[in-house]
């Protein structure tokens, strides 16, 4: 039977088209339009968040991100950092970036924490994202910034640049800013680089009779030297969370010997040291971290209770 005859000899009629169908009589099948636009759909689709489960997070360090870039949020300008975790903006505002603590001027890790943020978002534009307070007491901004792809207030973190500090009730990103500080202590990097020495805070009395504040020298940390020979403590620093510091002035440590160092004014002996503080408490009844640093910033030693 030749090709296209019935049995008749008449000319049968094709079970589909000749001619595939077109879409613009370019000779163009459905399947060709398909195979042409369906990649720049699905990257369009992508963009615009519709898969987000095709989305992997790179972890270098140019684009890591550990959250999603919020929907909601204020776009800003930054045109020049202060310090490690604050921020000018184009509107004249200053931003003050949540949850987090970068050294102060003077302090070890300053000018690095500085310039980290300067690289992240001098001159950019990022995202500040809000909690629950949006303004601390001196009419900063408080905020979450984002900006290309990164989560600042936890690069800082995961960089060692910073400290946790979290203040209710902006605490949204609490366990995510612990964990990165957690990282670069165990990476020890910035901040978290280790002096090697065996002298170790071994107790807070954080809670004061009364009224800390107006009690101070009733809470205390105790250090102890756990070396076989004697520790010089001068230029040794005490921090908490927040920016409470003590400079150790001429102080030498026995091998096994413990110096309590309370929070109040008074006279320094051998056993006991004073902050100096008046009306004013250290140590935060429901938890803090204490960091006892070496006069070249390593890090000594971290309690947390």
């Known amino acids: 039977m030749g090709h296209g005859?019935?049995?008749s000899g008449s000319v049968r009629k094709p079970t589909r088209p000749e001619r595939p169908f077109c879409l613009d009589g370019r000779g163009m099948d459905v399947r060709q339009r398909m195979r042409v636009f369906l990649p720049f759909l699905f990257l369009l689709a992508t963009a615009c968040g519709c898969f987000p489960e095709f989305i992997s997070t790179p972890t270098t360090e140019a684009?890591?991100?550990?959250?999603?870039?919020?929907?909601r949020g204020e776009w800003a300008a930054v045109v020049r950092v202060l310090d490690g975790d604050t921020a000018e903006l184009d509107s004249g505002h200053k931003v003050r970036y949540i949850g987090l603590n970068t050294p102060e001027q003077?302090?070890?890790?300053?000018?690095?924490?500085?310039?980290?943020?300067?690289?992240?978002?001098?001159?950019?534009s990022v995202l500040l994202e809000f909690d629950v307070a949006a303004h601390d007491m001196y009419g900063r901004w408080l905020a979450y910034l984002f900006v290309e792809g990164r989560f600042v207030n936890y690069e800082l973190l995961?960089?060692?640049?910073?400290?946790?500090?979290?203040?209710?009730p902006n605490v949204k990103y609490e366990g995510l800013f612990r964990r990165a500080e957690q990282q670069a202590r165990e990476q020890e990097v910035g901040l978290w680089a280790?002096?090697?020495?065996?002298?170790?805070?071994?107790?807070?009395?954080?809670?004061?009779?009364?009224?800390?504040?107006?009690?101070?020298n009733g809470e205390w940390i105790e250090i102890t030297n756990r070396e076989s020979h004697s520790i010089?403590?001068?230029?040794?620093?005490?921090?908490?969370e927040a920016n409470h510091i003590y400079i150790f002035g001429p102080v030498r440590l026995a091998p096994g010997a413990t110096v309590r160092l309370r929070s109040g004014p008074?006279?320094?002996?051998?056993?006991?040291l004073h902050w100096g503080l008046v009306r004013q408490s250290v140590w935060n009844n429901g938890g803090d971290t204490a960091y006892l640093r070496d006069p070249q910033g390593n890090l000594a030693d971290v309690y947390t209770y």
């Not at 280790?194 to 504040?213: M, W």
């Not at 010089?232 to 908490?240: E, N, P």
């Open 158 to 168: 995961r960089r060692g640049f910073a400290n946790v500090y979290t203040v209710p």
């Open 194 to 216: 280790s002096a090697k020495v065996a002298v170790k805070i071994t107790h807070i009395e954080a809670d004061a009779p009364g009224d800390d504040n107006d009690n101070p």
């Open 266 to 272: 008074g006279r320094d002996t051998h056993e006991e």
């Open 5 to 7: 005859l019935s049995r």
């Open 106 to 124: 003077g302090q070890p890790f300053y000018e690095e924490a500085k310039e980290a943020n300067r690289q992240l978002v001098e001159g950019r």
């Open 232 to 240: 010089d403590l001068t230029g040794y620093s005490l921090k908490d």
């Open 63 to 71: 684009t890591y991100s550990p959250v999603t870039t919020p929907v």
